[in-house]
């Protein structure tokens, strides 16, 4: 049915389909958490000059924290991906409804127009083989 009011008909009628951009899916980088765990800073700043018990226990759950966040911001990414594909789609089939409904417009308003030129030619004969 869509194919045919949205491709067939409207070609027929003279109206050309609005141009939409093609949906393809989302370019995006992949965050590497390996690469994320060996940019973080080696080296503790303590404020009081001790040294610090457990260094590679704290480095250990600085690399955890980054894990965690990385993570929250792919998710993020990708949930902001998807509500805009999702936008992509809607815009789309309503363009494919404003089309159909363009066309069906077309179709009344050449309807009407051949009633309306008919009727009065109906009209104006009738009026003037009266005898």
Known sequence: MRNLVCKKL???LCMKPSTSPSLEPP?????????AGDQCNNH????????PSNPTAE????????KKIIDV??????????????GDKEDDIKKDWMLAAAV????????FTIIFIGGTLVTAILFIARP
């Open 10 to 12: 409207a070609t027929y």
């Open 27 to 35: 370019l995006y980088t992949k965050i590497q958490d390996a690469a």
């Open 73 to 86: 911001l792919v998710t993020r990414v990708n949930n902001e991906e998807e509500q805009s594909h999702e």
């Open 104 to 111: 069906l417009d077309r179709i009344c308003a050449i309807g």
């Open 44 to 51: 503790l700043i303590d404020h009081d000059d001790s040294t």
């Open 59 to 66: 480095n250990d759950s600085v690399k955890e924290l980054l």
